[in-house]
T-cell receptor
Framework: AQKITQTQPGMFVQEKEAVTLDCTYD???????LFWYKQPSSGEMIFLIY??????QNATEGRYSLNFQKARKSTNLVISASQLGDSAMYFC?????????????FGTGTRLLVSP | NAGVTQTPKFQVLKTGQSMTLQCAQD?????MSWYRQDPGMGLRLIHY???????DQGEVPNGYNVSRSTTEDFPLRLLSAAPSQTSVYFC??????????????FGSGTRLTVV
């Protein structure tokens, strides 16, 4: 079963507008972490934002924020005031468990295109 | 600069050849891992290590070997390259907490083509 689901293969947004990228997850663990990474055309994986399962407030990092709905098992990324440089692939990932290696499980990604 | 360094950035191999993808980190992280990225499939875990001398398999380990003789280095070996191993490979080192919440810092990737 898919543990991380990103249902939007591609999204388009105009510069300066906000955009929401969807991510749902599946886990039976009580303790887990949720991540978003950005992958520009140059290929590197850039960490954007993190939400812990016990965090009561939605995470915020600059123009990035998460709409974390634990009961619905969703953690949507909101990018405010989109910029041309935001055009990239965006991956949602989950870390499971408290101890041990705690691998990251990735979704298939959403390609965001920001137009002028 | 602190981080994860991968070499080479690009490589073309012939079927049956062997090679080693290098990965080094200077953050004294215990946990390191290798992922491969294929179109439409996200990143998948190949092998990982929780410390020097300790390695284990991820979800797609076949055709790959790893070793961890030092904390800093975690090379990935392709024993006999196959076209199915054409992919982008990422090495990742685990953060110890803070704002990244035990997530990983990724190297810049190695784009491997097997012909």
């Amino acid at each position: 079963a898919q543990k991380i689901t990103q249902t939007q293969p591609g999204m388009f947004v105009q510069e300066k507008e906000a955009v929401t990228l969807d991510c749902t997850y599946d886990t039976s663990d009580q303790s887990y972490g949720l991540f978003w990474y950005k992958q520009p055309s140059s290929g590197e994986m850039i960490f954007l934002i993190y939400q812990g399962s016990y965090d009561e407030q939605n995470a915020t990092e600059g123009r990035y924020s998460l709409n974390f709905q634990k009961a619905r098992k969703s953690t949507n990324l909101v990018i405010s005031a989109s910029q041309l440089g935001d055009s990239a692939m965006y991956f949602c990932a989950m870390r499971e468990g408290l101890t041990g290696f705690q691998k990251l499980v990735f979704g298939t990604g959403t390609r965001l295109l920001v137009s002028p | 600069n602190a981080g994860v360094t991968q070499t080479p950035k690009f490589q073309v191999l012939k079927t049956g050849q062997s090679m080693t993808l290098q990965c080094a980190q200077d953050m004294n992280h215990e946990y390191m891992s290798w992922y491969r990225q294929d179109p439409g499939m996200g990143l998948r875990l190949i092998h990982y290590s929780v410390g020097a001398g300790i390695t284990d398999q991820g979800e797609v380990p076949n055709g790959y070997n790893v070793s961890r003789s030092t904390t800093e280095d975690f090379p990935l070996r392709l024993l006999s390259a196959a076209p199915s191993q054409t992919s982008v490979y990422f090495c990742a080192s685990r953060n110890t907490g803070g704002s990244q919440g035990y997530g990983y810092t990724f190297g810049s990737g190695t784009r491997l083509t097997v012909v």
